[in-house]
């Protein structure tokens, strides 16, 4: 959200946020809005001498509320009116389309209805969007990707806070799941010169290892005023080292950099006080500004506590093998890796070690031998370990989506057959494996009846069998009560809410999940409804 009262100013006034900045407390989640950086400050030039703010070239100005000014009286003339009325001026880009009607999918291929915002407020979806949503199964975090990315209709009503609120809460859940290339391609298609628009796109750069290619972003978008920081930081990249001093003496003088920030600019722009100096302590909460600073001065930041976009950092060939595998299954598991690239990585090269990570390597490598030599006896031998292996990690998809395909065919022993079963279940084409499987107990019987939307003839063995039959015995019929007064105006805010009733509803209230995935069938997401109800029983992701 743009900052409410900001204004324009010169860019000696430029404020720096410390590391660590926010009155959230360290251990709990961080949101995207918590990390990005402070990398914009008020912007500069261009106010008139009434102060309010002259339109940016290829802009049209709208007319919005109207207020009342009293005109002084012109000499010799006659008054026609005491008062005039102006409006507010607001507006809109002619080189972009709103930023609240941007996808990188039509809807059509998501399966998600273009009018899928309908009537609820903005400023209520944006805050629906960014709620935190810890655990999600694999079904619903694929779901929500698609609503994220598709091109809908923006919402019938705009938030009064400022424009495209709903546009950039999707990009900061994005940011949060970890998926910075898709955040990019939609912050491509915004205005660039939208001071928090400039912001996502630098931190997303820099998080992404592409310094330089953030500090161009900020040469090319002269309407949006660098912090001092961010300045420094890119007068450094670009070889200017005077003009960066200077900046930071500047800062200092202006009490515009904190005294933590400017001690690792000054490390970052002079090596030798790093040298002769103590570490610094790392920061609680650092940004991706931060991050990238305390790698250059020789205090790379483990990412493995922070938020799971800053993995993406530990992809690059010189952070080490171990913490390239270990951030690819923590961006796989966010379900924006390429399992297949995983599956790279782990047999790539031996294993360098024992224990940890290198356990992994090892079983994967040797499974993935064993199933390319078609040796089903090694198979059936190394299938249930591998199984308990990416359980432990809830990397079980992943398992799927780079084996069940070839398990197809191998005959297997009883113990493997069931999890080549269940692995099958967790991809795309589970109604097809769920067809061709001969049931080995009612428990099989079940997931059959799931995977093919029908459990009237599978008796339920537990709580969440029963459960999972209310909602499958037959086509759904009636909307559940607590999404009653929503639908058929308010369809996402409808399944949003059936998107937290299945993620926290499946830590215990059974009640909430089977509302949840009764609402996602009826409104047409039959396929997510049972690929989610598979995984709860699959993944074990319940209680």
Known sequence: MRPAGCTLAVAATLAAVPPGAGSARAEEPMSAID??????????????????????????????????????????????????????????????????????????????????????????LAASVRKERLDTLPAIQSFLMQILLAELEPPQTPSPEGRDVLFLARIDRLLDMGALDQAVALLDQADPDDPEV????????????????????????????????????????????????????????????????????????????????????????????????????????????????????????NHGRKAEIEAAERLTRSGVLDPNRLLGLYTGQRASASGGVWDRVTLVSAFDKALSAGNAARVSQLLPALWDEMQ????????????????????????????????????????????????????????????????SAHPAQDRMGLMLKTVFDARPKAIPARYAGLLPDKLGEAVLDAIDDVTEGARGDLRRVGDGLMLLRATGFETVARRAALELVVLERNG
Do not use: K, Y
């Open 392 to 455: 432990a990690q809830e990397l079980e998809p992943a398992m799927a989506a780079m084996f069940a395909e070839r398990l197809r065919g191998v005959a297997l022993d009883d113990d493997a057959a069931a999890i080549a079963f269940r692995l099958g279940l967790l991809t795309p084409d589970f109604a097809a494996v769920a067809g061709a499987h001969t049931p080995a107990d009612a428990d099989e019987a079940l997931l059959i009846g799931i995977a093919q939307g029908d459990t």
């Open 198 to 317: 400039f912001r996502r796109r630098f931190d997303v750069a820099l998080l992404q290892g592409r310094e330089d290619g953030a500090c161009r972003i900020m040469t090319e978008t002269p309407a949006v005023t660098p912090s001092f920081p961010a300045r420094i930081f890119c007068l450094a990249r670009r070889g200017d080292w005077p003009a960066a001093a200077l900046s930071l003496d500047t800062g200092r003088a202006l009490g515009q950099i904190d005294p933590e920030m400017a001690e690792l600019l000054a490390r970052f722009l002079d090596p030798e006080l790093t040298e002769d100096s103590p570490e610094l302590p790392p920061p609680a909460r650092p940004t991706p500004l931060v991050f990238r600073m305390m790698e250059a001065i020789g205090q790379p930041i483990s990412t493995s506590t922070l938020p799971v976009a800053f993995a993406q950092a530990d992809l690059e060939a």
């Open 35 to 124: 990390w990005l950086s402070s990398s914009v400050g008020p912007s500069s030039g261009g106010e008139s001498a009434a102060g309010s703010a002259a339109p940016r070239p290829g802009s049209v100005q709208i007319l919005g509320r109207a207020s009342s000014a009293v005109l002084p009286p012109v000499p010799g003339e006659t008054p026609v009116t005491p008062v005039i009325r102006t409006e507010t001026i607001s507006e809109i880009s002619l080189d972009h389309p709103p930023p609240n009607a941007v996808g990188l999918v039509s809807a059509p291929r998501t399966g998600v209805p273009i009018d899928f915002w309908g009537a609820t407020p903005e400023a209520d």
